[in-house]
C-alpha cells in the first residue's frame, strides 16, 4: 500500500512547492506534479499518477479542488478509484475513503450532489411549463415553412435542376433539404 501524491497548480506563476510538501510529510513517496487549471479534462499529469497507482494504493491530494473543477468531476473520479480498489485522500479536508467515516464524508458529498442535480431538473421542467403557457415554443425554430419545402418540391420537378442549387437557392444546406424531403428527388414520382 503506497501513497501516491498529486499536485496541481493552474498558472505558471504559481508553484506546486507547499502542496508538495505537505504530501511528502504525509509518507508520499511518488508525487506527480502538474500545471493546468482545473477546467481541463485533459491533464496529463494526473493520467500518469492513476496509470501508475495500483490497487490498495491511495492518490493522495493537497486539498480536493486540485484533483477536480466540480463535485460532479471530484465523484466520478473517486467512484472511479474506487472500483479500481484505491482510496482517495485529501489533507487539507482531512477526507480518506479508506476509513469508514472518509467514505460516510465522501457518499454525503454525492448525495448533496444528486440532490443538487434533482433540484435543477425540477427548475427546468417548472420553467418549461410556464414558458409553453405563457405560449413559448422551445427548441430551434425550423429552418424551412412549409412554402420553402413547396417550392423546393416545384423546383426538384425540373430534371435540370440539382438537389445543392435548390438548397442554395433556398439557404439551407442539401442535407437539410434532405431532411424535409427524404429521398430527395426519387421521392417526388
Known sequence: MALVGYARVSTADQDTALQVEALKAAGCKR????????????????AKALDYIR???TLCVWKLDRLAR????LLET???LAERGIGLRSLTESIDTTTPG????????G??????RGIIRERTVEGLK???RMGRKGGRPRAMAAADVAKAKA??????ITVEEVAKTLGVSAATLYRYLPGGRQALA
Open 55 to 57: 490497487e490498495g494504493d
Open 78 to 80: 473517486g467512484e472511479a
Open 70 to 73: 466540480s463535485l460532479r468531476q
Open 31 to 46: 508525487i506527480f506534479r502538474e500545471t493546468a487549471s482545473g477546467a481541463q479534462r485533459d491533464r496529463p499529469e494526473l
Open 102 to 109: 472518509g467514505r460516510l464524508v465522501f457518499h454525503v458529498f
Open 111 to 116: 448525495a448533496l450532489a444528486e440532490f443538487e
Open 155 to 160: 423546383m426538384l420537378a425540373a430534371p435540370d
Open 130 to 132: 410556464l414558458a409553453r
